[in-house]
């Protein structure tokens, strides 16, 4: 089956410091990527959608110049979490969609990355 | 995007069937519905997908009406390992983002 790798698994640094997370789709190639957010006990939310060769979309309330998405490839997404503090701990999650994009085609996810922020 | 609701919580004992049921009354003509599922520190897994009537795999059944408003995902005999959040989630599924709702806490006991 489709397999989305996320790197690294998990990440513990000190406030002020950037962070970048990747998405690999390994046995598919995604135009559309999507970064998602999820704190403890509670579900996930998107952030925003990364398309291949084009600007991110971001949803409301979350900050572009915060995280930076750079979809350079149509296998790898990155998610940079700048000048991270604390209250941006989380756990993030990508996921992808085939880039043949058929209708009945679900979305894979990656196993996520767990951001610390001393 | 379709809102689905979905029991918070669910109890099951092991060899169990499981039926966990969620409502989209306002599902589109082009949505399918899919189901997911997450254990704590990783990301979702995909469980199974439908459309409409009956859709089985080796894990699971999703149960579809006619009217497509609601669904019903069934885990036969549940072990401990399928304790889990299990969400639903309606969308022209591959093209548009997905909106997860709070999801069905199941936990199976021996």
């Known amino acids: 089956g489709a397999v989305v790798s996320q790197h690294p698994s998990r990440v513990i640094c000190k406030s002020g410091t950037s962070v970048k997370i990747e998405c690999r789709s390994l046995d598919f190639q995604a135009t559309t990527m999507f970064w998602y957010r999820q704190f403890p006990k509670q579900s996930l939310m998107l952030m925003a959608t990364s398309n291949e060769g084009s600007k991110a979309t971001y949803e409301q309330g979350v900050e572009k110049d915060k995280f930076l998405i750079n979809h350079a490839s149509l296998t790898l997404s990155t998610l940079t979490v700048t000048s991270a503090h604390p209250e941006d701990s989380s756990f993030y999650i990508c996921?992808?969609?085939?880039?043949?994009?058929?209708?009945?085609?679900?979305?894979?996810f990656g196993d996520g990355t767990r951001l610390s922020i001393l | 995007l379709a809102k689905t609701t979905q029991p918070i919580s669910m109890d099951s004992y092991e060899g169990q069937e499981v039926n966990i049921t969620c409502s989209h009354n306002n599902i589109a003509t082009n949505d399918y519905i899919t189901w997911y599922q997450q254990f704590p520190s990783q990301g979702p897994r995909f469980i199974i997908q439908g459309y409409k009537t009956k859709v089985t795999n080796e894990v699971a059944s999703l149960f579809i009406p006619a009217d497509r408003k609601s669904s019903t995902l069934s885990l036969p005999r549940v072990s401990l390992s399928d304790t889990a959040v299990y969400y639903c989630l309606v969308g022209v599924s591959g093209y548009s983002t997905l909106t997860f709702g709070k999801g069905t806490m199941l936990l199976v006991s021996p």
């Open positions: 996921s992808a969609r085939d880039h043949q994009g058929r209708i009945g085609q679900p979305q894979h």
